[in-house]
């Protein structure tokens, strides 16, 4: 009853502009803990310092101030912000260890409105800001809806070309043992399935990103559930009869559990409930790995939009009726890259989002680009070489040792492969800097992130 209450009650605030659920993610790796930790760590000191220009409400001090709330989803982990902060705040900072699961945070955000209806109501109101974070890898599974078994194996098998193909090797060697008519064997299932996880961490390594079941590579509270033990498989044509016993009959019940028990659970159970989305999307990474990365990041890229994509007959309409109405594409860790560099960092965002995006409905939902840094680690600056000045990043890498270099040139368009054969592109990891303990942290446009994601919430 009291659980009942609590959601009736978010349902109204939500409805009364009080309350809003921002969800974070991207693929592993992407920034979202580093992004979340100074998301709220900015929201905290909002009314102290003035580190938020781009954010209408803080550039016209109308914020009072934020505290953080205890959360009401009590089935979902906290995001770890305290440890986070001892990480960032150190004598010699660190990045904030990445969370593997969904987690949440909530923030209370005491401001004076500007709306005639809200200040009829009191000279400052309240926004409770829900933040969750969750792997991108998830909604990789959002196909697996459309199709069965048989179907979803096809499309793994057809995928096993090029490098994934020599990736998957110690995987097939096992599978050449697998009888599908035999009766179920769980412990070989289970020693399958682990060969078959093994070869999507092995793609996940070589920079390949779309990999299924993504609840596999991230498993958060299902580690070691059967659930997670199946693996595709193409049977021939003398293999079509089995008994409801059989291996293969095991490998189908489990992947239409997994359909049911995971990736629906996650759409109807959290995805439903987010009002506004932010992606986050290492473009350097795949800069560094080479022409296939780059490509498999745009595929997943692709694959990930499609839960946004619920037009009217849409699947997840159907299904759910989600509410997100703004969304908002970031590449992250912009300061590993000078300046000058920055418009190309988006302008690359740009032509991975725009294509998809543009070729389907995406009912109402707002959408823009934008690069950041959550956590800036480097200083801009120039260096000067024969009498002329170029411009240069500076920082401590991760090995503790000072640098000054200029990483390279972000490509304004889709690369192709002589680009990596010409330029290539190396960028080094930095340390982040140290932070005076009672200042936010130093950032790049994080208000203007604010901005188009509370902005309107904050009139
Ligand atoms: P997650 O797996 O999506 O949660 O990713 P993390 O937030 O853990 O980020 C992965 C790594 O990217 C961190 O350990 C940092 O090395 C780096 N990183 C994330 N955000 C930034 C940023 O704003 N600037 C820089 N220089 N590095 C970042």
């Given at each position: 009853m009291k659980q009942l209450s609590q959601e009736m009650q978010d349902l109204l605030s939500r409805s009364m502009d009080s309350h809003v659920r921002i969800a974070v993610t991207g693929l592993s790796r992407a920034g979202k803990t580093a992004f979340i930790s100074s998301l709220v760590n900015q929201l905290l000191h909002a009314s102290t310092h003035e580190a938020l220009p781009l954010l209408e409400a803080s550039r016209e001090k109308r914020i009072i101030g934020a505290r953080r709330e205890p959360q009401t989803n009590l089935m979902v982990p906290r995001f770890a912000y305290d440890e986070a902060m001892r990480a960032l705040y150190a004598e010699q900072p660190d990045w904030p260890l990445p969370t593997r699961d969904v987690s949440e945070i909530r923030l209370a955000l005491k401001y004076k409105p500007k709306k005639r209806s809200k200040k009829l109501l009191g000279s400052s109101a309240t926004l409770n800001i829900d933040i969750i974070d969750y792997p991108g890898e998830w909604l990789l599974d959002l196909p697996l809806l459309e199709m069965d078994f048989d179907q979803w194996s096809e499309q793994q098998f057809a995928a096993l070309e090029g490098e994934r193909a020599q990736l998957a090797e110690p995987w097939l060697s096992q599978l050449?043992?697998?009888?599908?008519?035999?009766?179920?064997d769980e412990d070989q299932l289970a020693a399958l399935s682990a060969a078959y996880t093994d070869y999507l961490h092995a793609c996940k390594a070589a920079g390949l990103h779309w990999v299924q079941p993504g609840r596999f590579v991230l498993p958060g509270d299902l580690t070691g559930a059967p659930v997670l033990q199946f693996f595709p498989y193409v049977e021939k044509e003398q293999e079509k009869q089995v008994n409801k016993d059989s291996q293969l009959a095991m490998l189908r019940a489990r992947y239409h559990e997994y359909q049911t028990k995971v990736v629906k659970a996650f759409y109807k159970h959290h995805f439903a409930t987010f009002d506004r989305q932010i992606v986050l999307v290492d473009c350097l990474q795949p800069l560094n790995a080479g022409a296939d990365a780059f490509h498999d990041m745009r595929g997943a890229l692709e694959q990930l939009m499609g839960s946004f994509r619920y037009g009217k007959s849409h699947l997840l309409r159907r299904l759910f009726s989600p509410t997100i109405d703004k969304i908002l594409f970031a590449a992250t860790k912009a300061d590993h890259v000078t300046p000058d560099q920055h418009p190309h960092l988006v302008s690359l965002l740009g032509q991975m989002v725009y294509p998809a995006w543009q070729a389907t409905t995406f009912e109402n939902i707002e959408m823009q680009c934008l690069s950041i840094a959550s956590v800036q680690a480097t200083q801009p600056g120039f260096v000067t070489k024969a009498g002329t000045s170029y411009p240069a990043l500076r920082g401590v890498d991760l090995g503790g040792q000072p640098q000054t270099l200029y990483p390279g040139e972000v490509p304004r368009?889709?690369?192709?492969?002589s680009y990596w054969q010409q330029h290539g592109f190396e960028f080094t990891e930095f340390r982040p800097q140290k932070a005076q303990i009672d200042a936010p942290l130093p950032h790049i446009r994080m208000d203007k992130v604010l901005q188009f994601l509370l902005g309107d919430k904050l009139k």
């Open positions: 050449a043992q697998f009888s599908p008519q035999a009766d179920a368009k889709l690369p192709d492969a």
